[in-house]
């Protein structure tokens, strides 16, 4: 039981991280965007 519980919560962690890690991703995305293309395209 308290294994089940501990894979839940590490399954939760690794969820969270990969938002963080998508969002940081996005984030350096847009800005390489942005920054290359001041006129915005």
């Given at each position: ?29 847009i800005a390489t965007i942005v920054l290359f293309n001041p006129a915005g395209?």
């Amino acid at each position: 039981m308290d294994k089940q519980r501990n894979t839940q919560r590490a399954r939760r962690g690794a969820v969270i991280t990969a938002v963080i890690v998508g969002v940081i991703a996005i984030g350096v995305f847009i800005a390489t965007i942005v920054l290359f293309n001041p006129a915005g395209g």
